[in-house]
């Protein structure tokens, strides 16, 4: 099982909008839709920002959205805040209970 | 509020074996798959084996580089999540992360996504 392929960066000034990117293969992000996604700033724990693909758990801005396209699924961050520069990993279920993480993306606030 | 705090991580030579711990409170959980992660030192997040909640049997899922050397249990009458890691190698080194599953719908055999993560643990196997 192949990690998950996201960007190793992305960047934006505050106010702005940035979209990672989370490509898998048929096998889990393109046939389930249990996509999940987690913020993770440095030493801290993983935090759950979107799962299901698209749901935001309660107390998670609606600045953060999730989407997915084929075997394609994104995580949206608008109005981009400060407290937004982090890592952001995203996870799939593959099958057979398994689950496969992304290469993360680290977030950077300009 | 939900917690979870893991422990008995600590230095280990190859070759041996350690027990990881992680203790849950404010929340059912024997109603809970529990799950086990690891991130090696400035590497991304990997998932290491769940344990089912009992009505799903208590059975465990492994991924395949753990597989055959780390057993996931739980004790439900202590809320406590254990990773028995044996015949433990240098690439097991990590911050070990124990997470609560969940699933949206009614069926959770296994979960959909987790919600709650604990602090860590370093374990650090080297001679």
């Known amino acids: 099982q192949s990690a998950l392929t996201q960007p190793r960066s992305v960047s934006g000034s505050p106010g702005q909008s940035v979209t990672i990117s989370c490509t898998g293969t048929?096998?889990?992000?393109?046939?389930?839709?249990?996509v999940s996604w987690y913020q993770q700033h440095p030493g801290k724990a993983p935090k759950l920002m979107i799962y299901?693909?698209?749901k935001r758990p309660s107390g998670v801005p609606d600045r953060f959205s999730g989407s997915k396209s084929g075997n394609t699924a994104s995580l949206t961050i608008s109005g981009l805040q400060t407290d937004d520069e982090s890592d952001y990993y995203c996870?799939?279920?593959?099958?057979?209970?398994?689950?496969?993480f992304g290469t993360g993306t680290e977030v950077t606030v300009l | 509020e939900v917690q979870l705090v893991e422990s008995g991580g600590g230095l280990v030579q190859p070759g041996r074996s350690l027990r990881l711990s992680c203790i849950a409170s404010?929340?059912?959980?024997?109603?809970?798959?529990m799950s086990w992660f690891r991130q090696a030192p400035g590497k991304g997040l990997e998932w290491v084996g769940f344990?089912?909640?009992?009505?799903?049997?208590?059975?465990?899922e492994y991924a395949a580089s753990v597989k055959d050397r780390f057993t996931i249990s739980r004790d439900d009458s202590k809320s406590i999540a254990y990773l028995q890691m044996n015949s433990l190698k240098t690439e097991d080194t990590a911050v070990y992360y124990c997470?609560?599953?969940?699933?949206?719908?009614?069926?959770?055999?296994?979960?959909?996504?987790?919600?709650?993560w604990g602090q860590g643990t370093l374990v650090t196997v080297s001679s």
């Open positions: 996870c799939s279920y593959a099958g057979s209970s398994t689950y496969v």
């Open positions: 997470a609560r599953g969940r699933c949206s719908g009614g069926n959770c055999y296994a979960p959909d996504f987790f919600d709650y």
């Open positions: 404010g929340f059912a959980f024997g109603d809970y798959a």
């Open positions: 048929s096998s889990d992000v393109g046939g389930y839709n249990y």
């Open positions: 299901d693909v698209t």
């Open positions: 344990t089912r909640s009992k009505p799903y049997g208590g059975t465990a």
